[in-house]
């Protein structure tokens, strides 16, 4: 496929775990991420993986709660979401990029984008 696909998103209430999967393209498996964009929000960086040596960076607002993995072939990117808050209600969205040649938070660094996953936080 050309383009990433999402699994995995759903509705939980906080507190509550999830975790979601991303089938990644053949395409720039180099460096990976998760976006998401709440409604009426700008899109945000997540998290992010660097393929080759496993080195990771996150968002402050999700340190400590979510985890970003990717499987023995690179083929599927996952996201790990624990300790989930009403705050983390979002789009989530897989990312993939062949050089990032910038920060690892912008979002123009990246050539292949999914359709997003919903994931939905009650209180």
């Known amino acids: 496929q050309v383009q990433p696909v999402e699994s995995g998103g759903g509705s939980v209430q906080a507190g509550g775990s999830l975790r979601l999967s991303c089938a990644a393209s053949r395409n720039c498996r180099n460096f990976m991420a998760w976006f998401r964009q709440a409604a009426g929000k700008e899109r945000e960086a997540v998290a992010y993986?660097?393929?080759?040596?496993?080195?990771?960076n996150y968002a402050d607002s999700v340190k400590g709660r979510f985890t970003i993995s990717q499987d023995n072939t690179k083929s599927t990117l996952y996201l790990q979401m624990s300790d989930l808050k009403p705050e983390d209600t979002a789009m989530y969205y897989c990312?993939?990029?062949?050089?990032?040649?910038?920060?690892?938070?912008?979002?123009?660094?990246?050539?292949?984008w999914g359709q997003g996953t919903q994931v939905t936080v009650s209180s």
């Open positions: 993986i660097y393929t080759a040596f496993g080195s990771q």
């Open positions: 990312a993939q990029s062949c050089w990032l040649g910038g920060n690892w938070y912008e979002g123009k660094r990246y050539s292949y």
